[in-house]
Nanobody
Framework: QVQLVESGGGLVQAGGSLRLSCAAS????????MGWYRQAPGKQRELVAY???????NYSDSVKGRFTISRDNTKNTLYLQMNSLVPEDTAVYYC?????????????WGQGTLVTVSS
């Protein structure tokens, strides 16, 4: 019914930048909050940033000042601009959305996109 597809991951040198995108599709009535999570090898999944339907944002301390989350509601797309990347940012990044369909609300996740930062 609903699908989230991430793109934009890849290999980058420390100090570089990447921009992740997450496109939502399907029987969507409205998208409430959206966010980016990441999971590094051997670690638990952690929240990186989220944005509400009113465009309020929040960031983890580890990325504050370097990452920027944004959304385009006309395209049902979420973005994460990542600057000044460090090796500790290496992880699989997952998109999340709280979606209201024409019948019920649900939590949707993307399949993940790998970000690798080399030193």
């Amino acid at each position: 019914q609903v699908q989230l597809v991430e793109s934009g991951g890849g290999l980058v040198q420390a100090g570089g930048s990447l921009r992740l995108s997450c496109a939502a599709s399907g029987r969507i009535f409205r998208i409430n909050s959206m966010g980016w999570y990441r999971q590094a090898p051997g670690k638990q999944r952690e929240l990186v940033a989220y944005i509400t339907s009113g465009d309020s944002t929040n960031y983890s301390d580890s990325v504050k000042g370097r990452f920027t989350i944004s959304r385009d509601n006309t395209k049902n797309t979420l973005y994460l601009q990542m600057n000044s990347l460090v090796p500790e940012d290496t992880a699989v990044y997952y998109c999340y959305a709280r979606i209201v369909t024409v019948t019920h609300p649900l939590d949707a996740w993307g399949q993940g996109t790998l970000v690798t930062v080399s030193s």
